[in-house]
């Protein structure tokens, strides 16, 4: 009998020929030839498969099978006679006149097709290349133009975010249902100008206790990356389908470190992520299906921030939220080469103060949309290998988070104006039009080649508070100043110290309040 615990889940590729099909690992999905349509397994079908996969030819046992796949737990036989059956599914295979699983009465399964781990992408199946071409056709197909409003002002102002929550959003009820709407005319107007289109419909995948962060969408949607922080403030990054069911963690941070800001790679088959530990920071690759991360960088200047992928998968731009040293006038966009490790600063005018942060490829890899500034920030765009960067945006506000449209006909941002909200910019007409979420919704991220996002729901509140500093037998203590059931931030003492100027939504939209203290 082999010893389950002597058995690793053995993966040698990212691409595993099991007879006549292909199994892309990182996506999960089997395909065969060009009639068979590709099929999606699970996580626990597809690790039954490695571990048959290691032992090609021979007999495993239902007990070391349950052991390898579901260890610490106490699972019934019935999870493991369901991915068999998923697999024989996948494969087109018969029970009872095997060609790729065959049971053995009493003893266990055995994998009889042939295997082969392939090294690249040149040996997949025509099926495989048919789907690939499917997914690029959800690029091509024609989004919304929408209907170009009268401009308004709409003031900037900055809140804090605590508690988060995930949701998912099917984006296609929002790009679709607008198909027929009335095209913009050929004078573009001003940035600042707002539309109302029907309400965005959305779904929540998760709500656990504690925080969650950093939601990053696969390429084809199928999956969500996110980061758990507990109690602590530890990070794991986190990974489940996009529906609403449990997620699994991808990272097992050691202890005292923390992992953040997962991104997943243009082929959907790697994440990068950061790791913190004290003041030390490393950027990180893990593959989607699991194993063992890598280090490939320490941090720019120790800090990270929001970043993207390079379109050939060969770097990360990224921005940096501060100076990197007390000598730099400005903070610059700056990539990072995968193979070396070495970082090297993106050339475009960029003038004194200037803080570039927040970068963005566009779908053909053409250009490059960033934010510029942190508190009264907008959007501009350059081309991807540097030049010239025009102002897209003029809002003059705190952007909590954007990304493009699958065929980079606008972006999809989040800011707070009057409220905070989710906004659409097209980029042909420069108009922006709002989203009329019925939640908070931030930070969205747009899935590469499907008409989904997934973006978090605020549901935090904050308060301004009074410290006293410690002195001669004082001791250090705080106290909430004109609190509330709602928010208040952004708190400005008056030259004479009596009075107190701060930002509320206490009457149900932000405004200016002022108090005595």
């Not at 395909?31 to 030819?57: D, N, Y």
């Not at 088959?269 to 299906?289: D, G, N, Q, Y």
């Not at 290998?385 to 025009?390: E, M």
């Not at 003059?396 to 910019?425: A, C, E, N, Q, V």
């Amino acid at each position: 009998m082999l010893n389950p615990r002597s058995h690793p889940l053995y993966q040698e590729s990212d691409w595993l020929k099991v007879g006549d099909f292909i199994v892309d690992l990182p996506r999960r999905e089997v395909s065969g030839h060009a009639q068979h349509e590709p099929s999606r397994l699970t996580v626990k079908a597809l690790h039954v498969l490695l571990a048959l996969a290691g032992q090609q030819g021979k007999v495993v046992s239902r007990e070391a099978l349950l052991e390898w796949v579901w260890p610490d737990t106490m699972p019934t036989d019935d999870v493991l006679t369901q991915a068999v059956g998923q697999l024989r599914k996948a494969f087109a295979d018969d029970r009872d006149a095997p060609r790729y699983l065959e049971t053995i009465s009493k003893g266990g399964y055995r994998l009889v097709a042939p295997i082969e781990w392939l090294q690249d992408q040149g040996t997949l199946t025509d099926a495989t290349v048919a789907h690939a071409e499917a997914e690029a056709d959800l690029v091509q197909a024609p989004l919304p133009v929408l209907p170009v409003p009268s401009p308004r002002r709409v003031p900037g102002m900055a809140t804090a975010v605590a508690a988060l929550a995930l949701v998912v959003a099917g984006a296609s009820a929002w790009y679709f249902t607008h198909r027929q709407a009335p095209a913009a005319p050929a004078v573009a107007a001003p940035a600042a100008a707002i539309a109302t289109p029907d309400s965005l419909q959305f779904v929540t995948i998760t709500s656990r206790p504690g925080r969650e962060t950093s939601a990053n969408l696969s390429p084809d949607g199928s999956m969500v990356a996110y980061v758990q922080v507990d109690d602590k403030g530890i990070g794991t990054i986190m990974l489940q389908s996009a529906a609403h069911v449990p997620a699994r963690p991808l990272t097992v941070p050691p202890a005292g470190q923390s992992d953040v800001l997962p991104v997943w790679s243009p082929d959907g088959r790697t994440l990068a992520f950061a790791r913190f530990e004290e003041s030390r920071c490393s950027l990180m690759l893990i593959s989607a299906s699991g194993g063992n991360e890598r280090k490939i960088a320490d941090c720019f200047a120790g800090a990270v921030s929001s970043y993207d992928w390079t379109p050939d998968g060969s770097g990360l731009l990224m921005g940096l939220e501060t100076r990197a040293s007390p000598s730099e006038r400005a903070s610059p966009l700056r990539l990072l080469d995968i193979a070396s490790g070495q970082w090297r600063t993106l050339q475009y005018p960029i003038s004194d103060g200037d803080i570039d942060i927040d970068p963005r490829y566009s779908p053909d890899g053409r250009w490059i949309v960033f934010r510029r500034n942190i508190s009264l920030s907008d959007l501009w765009k350059m081309p991807a290998g540097g030049g010239a960067p025009v102002r897209l945006t003029r809002i003059k506000s705190d952007i909590r988070g954007w990304d493009w449209l699958p065929d980079g006909s606008g972006l999809i941002f989040s800011y707070i104006g009057t409220k905070m909200g989710m906004y659409h910019y097209d980029m042909a007409s420069g108009a922006i039009s709002n989203l009329n979420m019925q939640e908070t919704g931030i930070f969205p991220d747009i899935a590469r080649h499907s008409p989904s996002m997934v973006f978090i729901v605020d549901q935090s509140t904050s308060g301004v508070f009074r410290f006293d500093l410690p002195g001669a037998g004082r001791q250090v203590g705080k106290q909430r100043l004109f609190s509330s059931s709602r928010s208040e931030m952004l708190p400005a003492i008056s030259p004479d110290g009596r009075q107190l100027a701060f930002i509320s939504d206490r009457g149900s939209r932000l405004e200016l309040w002022i108090g005595e203290v």
